[in-house]
């Protein structure tokens, strides 16, 4: 979760939205896929987002299609849950992560999160009640929540 959270201190402030960072896992060989931060690719686009699309991108593959090249083992740390609903209307993450498994692929299996989303743009964040019912494991990484929620919200007027 640490690298996540370097990762989000890459991400240009901005008041309507959060300063996210993550980082795709071969979990079966600890080996690093993708990192990601919010905005970091063009499109006001989100930290797990990047690391999808980046990872695609290496595979010369189009995001959406990402799947057919994630190893075994692949999961996501993200310093926030993976949104459910963005204001933007642009397709969540927890969509883009559910996709990964389509068509049979193993895909992501995992999602490690620094903390829930506050309630501050869409209210309640559902998305980790559709990942799981995807077979998808939602575990939370505890002691980084104050650190993670002010490089979050660093953006807005405080
Ligand atoms: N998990 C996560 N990763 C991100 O990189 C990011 N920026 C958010 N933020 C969630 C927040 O709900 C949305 O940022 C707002 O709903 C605005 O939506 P847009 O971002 O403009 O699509 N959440
Ligand atoms: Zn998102």
């Known amino acids: 979760m640490q690298l996540a959270l370097s990762e989000a201190h890459e991400s ?23 990192t990601g931060y919010t905005l970091e690719l063009p499109g006001n686009t989100h930290a797990e987002q990047c690391c999808l699309q980046k990872f695609a991108q290496s595979h010369d593959l189009p995001e ?27 397709l969540p993450c927890v969509e883009r992560i559910i996709r990964t498994k389509e068509s049979g692929k193993a895909g992501i299996s995992k999602v490690y999160l620094g903390v829930k989303e506050p309630e501050k743009f869409v209210g309640e ?20 929540e104050e650190q993670i929620l002010s490089v979050a919200t660093a953006g807005h007027e405080q």
């Open 12 to 34: 240009p402030p901005k008041p309507s939205n959060f300063r996210v960072g993550a980082v795709l896992v071969d979990e079966g060989n600890n080996k690093i896929l993708a």
């Open 64 to 90: 959406e299609r990402v799947g057919e090249a994630l190893p075994e083992n692949t999961v996501i740390y993200t310093t926030m849950e993976p949104c459910g609903l963005r204001l933007s209307g642009n």
């Open 125 to 144: 964040n559902k998305g980790r009640a559709k990942l799981e019912e995807h077979g998808i494991e939602c575990i939370h990484v505890p002691g980084l």
